[in-house]
């Protein structure tokens, strides 16, 4: 079993601390293999007892087996075959299956009352998802605002009102700053959705509607970097779009359409 499949199959297990702990390693994985657990400690801005019950957590003997586990993962071949690829195709028609079938009036009313929508990505690719959102809903003349940095974002917050709705887009959705939002959000009882690969994590568990999907990493073969596929992010855009017309087609004909 992968580090990662480790963190996966022990989810349920750890706390915020730990996730936060988790993306730091996840992202730093050739750093991480060199630190002592004091300098990944500092860097997780943690204790070190921490970096041990997370090791824990996930099955391991403690952080020597850690270290173990990043050194095989670094040194693994690259392997990409006609499975890996199959499997990512398959991950992409499950994503479509969900968002053809599952049921999402709600996502749509909070579109339709909001009085103001904005969208936040955490990243590269989740805000060019945000403007690919505030794009196609264009065509249906709702006005979408994508907040860009963190000044923005704060003005948006000291301005926030009732009816205001947020989509929220993220890859782990572990994010410290989307889920710190997340938070402050539910906490002001305004209507969020959330967009995140995984069907658990952190987002998740402070917004009012969630779109999750699996994707799974594979090595390039460069140095240690690993690959994701993010064309999710753009199906499920595509998908709330069609599926939204096909929403307001139906309350057009039943005469329910505000």
Same mark, same amino acid.
């Given at each position: 079993?992968?580090?990662?499949?480790l963190?996966?199959?022990h989810?349920?297990?750890?706390?915020?601390?730990?996730?936060?702990?988790?993306?730091?390693?996840?992202?730093?994985?050739?750093?991480?293999?060199?630190?002592?657990?004091?300098q990944?400690?500092h860097?997780?801005n943690?204790?070190?007892?921490?970096?041990?019950?997370?090791t824990?957590?996930i099955g391991?003997?403690?952080?020597s087996?850690?270290?173990?586990?990043?050194?095989w993962?670094?040194?693994k071949?690259?392997?990409?075959?006609?499975?890996?690829?199959?499997h990512?195709?398959?991950e992409?028609?499950?994503? !479509? &299956?969900?968002?053809? #079938?599952?049921d +999402?009036?709600?996502? %749509?009313?909070?579109?339709?009352?909001?009085?103001?929508?904005?969208?936040?990505?955490t990243?590269?690719?989740?805000?060019?998802?945000?403007?690919?959102?505030?794009?196609?809903?264009?065509?249906?003349?709702?006005?979408?605002?994508?907040?860009?940095?963190?000044t923005? !974002? &704060?003005?948006?917050? #000291?301005?926030? +009102?009732?009816d205001? %709705?947020?989509i929220?887009?993220?890859?782990?959705g572990?994010?410290e700053?989307?889920?710190?939002?997340?938070k402050y959000l539910?906490k002001m009882?305004?209507?969020?959705?959330?967009?995140?690969?995984h069907?658990?994590?952190?987002?998740?568990q402070?917004?009012?509607?969630?779109?999750?999907?699996?994707?799974?990493d594979?090595?390039?073969?460069f140095q240690?970097?690993?690959?994701?596929?993010?064309?999710?992010?753009?199906?499920?855009?595509n998908?709330?779009f069609?599926?939204?017309?096909?929403?307001?087609?139906?309350?057009?004909?039943?005469?329910?359409f505000?």
């Open positions: 079993m992968t580090l990662d499949e963190v996966e199959s989810y349920d297990e750890l706390n915020e601390n730990d996730l936060y702990i988790w993306q730091y390693i996840f992202h730093h994985k050739t750093e991480c293999q060199k630190m002592s657990i004091q990944l400690a860097a997780c943690v204790s070190h007892t921490s970096i041990i019950r997370f824990k957590k391991l003997d403690g952080y087996e850690l270290k173990v586990y990043l050194k993962s670094l040194n071949q690259f392997d990409f075959d006609s499975y890996s690829m199959r990512s195709s398959d992409l028609k499950r994503t !479509l &299956d969900v968002m053809e #079938n599952r +999402l009036d709600h996502i %749509f009313h909070n579109i339709d009352t909001a009085g103001r929508i904005f969208l936040f990505g990243g590269e690719v989740q805000n060019h998802a945000a403007l690919e959102f505030k794009r196609e809903f264009a065509y249906r003349h709702k006005i979408m605002h994508v907040i860009e940095g963190n923005e !974002l &704060d003005t948006v917050l #000291n301005n926030i +009102l009732p205001d %709705f947020f929220l887009i993220s890859l782990s572990d994010n700053r989307v889920v710190t939002l997340a539910h009882n305004i209507q969020t959705l959330g967009i995140a690969r069907k658990r994590n952190l987002l998740s402070y917004v009012d509607d969630y779109i999750g999907f699996e994707t799974s594979f090595h390039t073969g240690d970097k690993s690959y994701c596929c993010t064309g999710h992010f753009f199906l499920i855009v998908m709330l069609l599926r939204y017309l096909e929403y307001c087609s139906s309350k057009e004909s039943n005469g329910s505000s």
